[in-house]
């Protein structure tokens, strides 16, 4: 037996949970992960290692990753390939499969790496590769980058990742107990699932009979995480027989998936037993544009053990042992004394500092108020809500607030690229007044290094866009308040001038009304000029209490050990 058969064989044991997504941040090297999306994968799989769970998980292996940033002279983003050897994280594996896509077969193979915690659990991620000699020229770049490409490309990624996804952990040797999709991308594998419960034809007298929708529905979870309809990924049926051929007939596909074009959301919506939003809002929001079906609201978390810098680490350490299984050991945070919370935090602050005199060459100060704001530079983030008035900001801010901020675009939003450029033009208005830093290639080290180095961390989303966010819920692991929109995750989390401060009205109205930009920069200003700034120079007793409350209300909650555990009880093990 050879070793990879021997691990497999042992992984094979028992029957598992296979948790799908298009991206996963499982290493900050491993460039397999753009946003959100996939740092959130990550974390749910290492704390699935922390707490022993029977899950495996398959991604695609994308070799030239997202992509590295650049930001040229006149502010503008350029994209270069993140080239990467996947032979240096994993082991590949001799198990292959088959997909079809434009009536050839595609050759699948998969990496494993695994996810080792020091608990002695671990999670094997299976990463899908496509660039195999026996392929051609074409086929071997569908797995090459991330949500590169047109949209046959990105269905023919689809395709490996859920149809090629499910035949090679059955090429494996799993037995899978249930299917969960993190996000439609995922969705095509419930039409490999309908084709293996498929009943034989004299069983039944309907023809539609054949497919077993029901066992199918049985096994599949499906967690979705875009509030805008026009998120979801959606694919006219001559692009999808061109590319995907009849997998199932196409009547019945079209009953699954929309009429007029296939419907991932709507497909993974018909087709599982147990749906979800990512944040209580987000789980309504999805009600109403979805009617019909039943979806529940499971808000995301965060790793806290991974997005915990390690000044905080060892304060933890020593009063909070155990905090990193069980975070809900936060709720004694009054046992650190606060000047020893203040020293971890400027010990992080320090860090940050040092860091952006290495990465730029400004000099920022650990004594002046400094405000981060890090996350995708995408239209709906609102990145330069800050600067609505420069007058004003500059008035309450000169010598007195610094900012950092990072962020990529995705290639093809040239409004998220026009947002990087306005912070850039911004900053050279304010220089020497207000230092301004935009930090790239924004990644999962950066991020910690600034949710846990930052006073405050600032959110601005338009309404109701922001699903759940958890850049926010990483800060708060670091006893970093939020000042941010009352959407998504911040909405369960704030409680006002205790855990951090709100912008803008309670979040009331499903969409954002057309003076949303004034309203909210309005409060930002206010609350920045009138509570924030003072409260941070002259009542440093308070600040530390927030500080406090931030971490044994916030991060006490908002981790994925809390968000794992209601997934097996709600939607794994029913
Ligand atoms: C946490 C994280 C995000 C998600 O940030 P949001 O504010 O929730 O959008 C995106 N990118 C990276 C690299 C992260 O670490």
């Given at each position: 037996?050879?070793?990879?058969?021997?691990?497999?064989?042992?992984?094979?044991?028992?029957?598992?949970?296979?948790?799908?997504?298009?991206?996963?941040?499982?290493?900050?090297?491993?460039?397999?992960?753009?946003?959100?999306?996939?740092?959130?994968?990550?974390?749910?799989?290492?704390?699935?290692?922390?707490?022993?769970?029977?899950?495996?998980?398959?991604?695609?292996?994308?070799?030239?990753?997202?992509?590295?940033?650049?930001?040229?002279?006149?502010?503008?983003?350029?994209?270069?390939?993140?080239?990467?050897?996947?032979?240096?994280?994993?082991?590949?594996?001799?198990?292959?499969?088959?997909?079809?896509?434009?009536?050839?077969?595609?050759?699948?193979?998969?990496?494993?790496?695994?996810?080792?915690?020091?608990?002695?659990?671990?999670?094997?991620?299976?990463?899908?590769?496509?660039?195999?000699p026996a392929n051609s020229p074409e086929d071997r770049e569908i797995t090459s980058s991330l949500y590169g490409g047109d949209l046959a490309y990105r269905l023919k990624q689809e395709i490996v990742l859920g149809i090629g996804g499910v035949r090679i952990l059955h090429e494996m040797g799993f037995e899978i107990k249930k299917f969960h999709m993190n996000e439609g991308h995922a969705s095509l594998l419930t039409l490999e699932l309908l084709n293996?419960?498929?009943?034989?034809?004299?069983?039944?007298?309907?023809?539609?009979?054949?497919?077993?929708?029901?066992?199918?529905?049985?096994?599949?979870?499906?967690?979705?995480?875009?509030?805008?309809?026009?998120?979801?990924?959606?694919?006219?049926?001559?692009?999808?027989?061109?590319?995907?051929?009849?997998?199932?007939?196409?009547?019945?596909?079209?009953?699954?998936?929309?009429?007029?074009?296939?419907?991932?959301?709507?497909?993974a919506l018909n087709l599982s037993r147990y749906i979800n939003g990512v944040a209580k809002k987000h789980g309504e929001v999805s009600k109403s544009m979805f009617p019909g079906y039943e979806i529940h609201a499971i808000t995301n978390g965060v790793h806290s053990f991974t997005w915990t810098s390690d000044y905080f680490k060892r304060l933890y350490d020593e009063y909070l042992p155990g905090w990193a299984n069980e975070?809900?050991?936060?709720?004694?945070?009054?046992?650190?004394?606060?000047?020893?919370?203040?020293?971890?935090?400027?010990?992080?602050?320090?860090?940050?500092?040092?860091?952006?005199?290495?990465q730029t060459g400004v000099e920022f100060s650990p004594d002046i108020l400094t405000l981060g704001f890090a996350r995708r530079a995408t239209a709906y983030k609102r990145a330069d809500l800050l600067f609505r008035d420069l007058d004003r900001l500059e008035r309450m801010g000169s010598g007195k607030l610094q900012i950092v901020y990072a962020g990529k675009a995705h290639p093809k939003d040239d409004p998220g690229k026009k947002l990087i450029q306005n912070i850039i033009q911004y900053k050279e208005r304010l220089k020497g007044r207000i230092n301004i830093v935009y930090l790239k290639n924004y990644n999962m080290d950066i991020s910690l290094k600034i949710v846990s180095g930052v006073d405050i961390w600032m959110n601005t989303p338009l309404r109701p866009l922001e699903a759940s966010g958890t850049s926010g819920m990483k800060a708060t692991h670091n006893g970093v308040m939020n000042f941010s929109v009352l959407d998504g995750w911040w909405i369960e989390g704030h409680i006002e001038g205790f855990t951090g401060w709100s912008i803008g009205p309670p979040p009331n109205e499903l969409t954002p009304g057309a003076d949303a930009d004034v309203r909210d920069s309005e409060d930002?200003?206010?609350?920045?000029?009138?509570?924030?700034?003072?409260?941070?120079?002259?009542?440093?007793?308070?600040?530390?209490?927030?500080?406090?409350?931030a971490i044994g209300k916030n991060a006490y909650y908002f981790n994925t050990h809390r968000m794992m555990r209601r997934y097996v009880t709600e939607a794994y093990i029913r």
């Open positions: 037996m050879t070793d990879t058969e021997a691990v497999l064989l042992e992984l094979t044991k028992e029957p598992k949970i296979a948790y799908f997504s298009m991206e996963i941040g499982v290493h900050n090297d491993i460039p397999t992960y753009s946003g959100g999306l996939g740092v959130l994968a990550g974390d749910t799989i290492r704390s699935s290692a922390d707490l022993k769970l029977p899950l495996v998980a398959v991604t695609l292996l994308t070799k030239k990753g997202y992509f590295t940033q650049d930001i040229n002279e006149s502010g503008w983003q350029v994209e270069h390939p993140t080239l990467w050897d996947p032979a240096q994280y994993m082991q590949l594996l001799a198990p292959r499969t088959t997909v079809q896509i434009g009536g050839k077969d595609v050759h699948v193979q998969a990496w494993l790496y695994n996810v080792q915690s020091l608990t002695g659990g671990n999670i094997p991620v299976f990463f899908l590769d496509t660039d195999i293996r419960f498929k009943k034989p034809i004299e069983d039944v007298w309907d023809e539609k009979l054949v497919w077993d929708k029901r066992s199918v529905t049985n096994l599949c979870v499906f967690t979705t995480h875009t509030p805008v309809e026009a998120g979801h990924d959606k694919f006219p049926y001559d692009l999808v027989a061109r590319v995907m051929g009849e997998i199932i007939p196409i009547s019945t596909l079209q009953e699954l998936a929309g009429k007029d074009n296939l419907n991932l959301t709507k497909l975070p809900e050991v936060f709720v004694r945070v009054g046992r650190i004394p606060d000047e020893r919370l203040w020293k971890a935090h400027m010990e992080a602050k320090n860090h940050l500092v040092g860091y952006i005199r290495e930002l200003y206010n609350k920045l000029e009138y509570i924030i700034l003072p409260m941070y120079y002259n009542d440093r007793h308070t600040w530390i209490r927030m500080m406090q409350n």
